[in-house]
């Protein structure tokens, strides 16, 4: 997990607002690149992969989240997945004859978590018109599937299809939170509902935005950890995969005699299963 990029924790000494800030520039570059993701597409599943990255944040450690964007008609979607160690992927999957992945009114973003014992909580909301639409899509979840009110902006600075700058961030209002500093807040963060000025700015750092947001109040920083592209796929999982497919398939695979790639669809990596590995699937089935 080769990456700058790292989430930052902080709370507001008065217990109103938690904040949760990430840069996610290497990760996103990294996980388009892998993807071959460009234009608009690109630049949503940068904002869906620090979705995810900050919306895990506000949660119990352990819980992996994976954020789903399904596009209008029928034009593919987009995954983010994040884990605890702080590893991330992201996944593009066009629809046979579709370019880019469209957004807007219409479009469905799930939000996924998956608790250590293996269940999943989900809920859905629909993508909201215009700018921003995955911060506004990710505050809405949060609002009625998490009932808590979050205000929190996404960015994904794109120039000729090269990440050069990503990132956002998260503020949740607290059971404590009193009228006067939420009206501050408030007021506050409309000259935050789009940070690519934040982001693209040299200095940029997870601690600089902190700041800004947090300007002339007092607030305790907590833990910082990285978070960077890596897929933890391997051959175990593949075959597992394969394993869940019906005997006449895996029967199938096996007919050729050759060794089977595959390559995994978040990272590419190849793994080439020897016909004995599958002839044993299907030995125990
Ligand atoms: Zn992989």
Not at 97 to 119: E, H, N, Y
Not at 230 to 251: F, G, H, M, Y
Not at 276 to 285: D, E, F, I, K, V
């Amino acid at each position: 997990m080769q990456s700058n990029d790292s989430v930052l924790r902080a709370i507001t000494d008065d217990g109103a607002f938690r904040v949760i800030v990430a840069r996610t520039t290497d990760t996103v570059q990294s996980v388009l690149s892998a993807q071959s993701a460009q234009g608009e597409t690109g630049r949503h599943l940068g904002d869906l992969v620090t979705g995810s990255v900050l919306f895990r944040e506000t949660m119990a450690p352990n819980l992996r989240v994976q954020g789903i964007l399904k596009g209008l008609g029928g034009s593919g979607s987009l995954v983010a997945d994040s884990h605890p160690s702080g590893k991330t992927r992201g996944l593009v999957q066009l629809s046979s004859g579709s370019t880019q992945v469209s957004v807007g009114p219409g479009a469905i973003m799930q939000m996924m978590r998956t608790l250590p014992d293996g269940k999943i909580n989900q809920g859905f909301v629909e993508v909201p018109a215009g700018e921003g639409s995955i911060s506004r899509a990710l505050m809405e979840y949060m609002q009625t599937s998490e009932q808590v009110v979050s205000m929190l902006a996404l960015g994904t600075v794109l120039e000729q299809d090269r990440v050069t700058a990503a990132g956002g961030y998260l503020v949740q209002l607290l059971p404590e939170v009193g009228r006067g500093p939420l009206m501050v807040m408030t007021e506050r963060l409309k000259d935050f509902e789009n940070i690519d000025a934040q982001l693209k700015d040299a200095n940029f750092s997870p601690e600089a935005l902190l700041e800004e947001l947090l300007y002339g109040m007092a607030y305790t920083r907590l833990e910082e950890s990285s978070v960077g592209f890596e897929c933890w796929c391997n051959e175990l999982r593949v075959v597992s995969a394969i394993a869940t497919l019906p005997k006449q398939d895996i029967e199938h695979l096996l007919s050729s005699g050759e060794v089977l790639e595959i390559a995994c669809e978040y990272c590419k990596r190849e793994f080439r299963i020897p016909p004995a590995r599958l002839q044993g699937l299907l030995n125990q089935s």
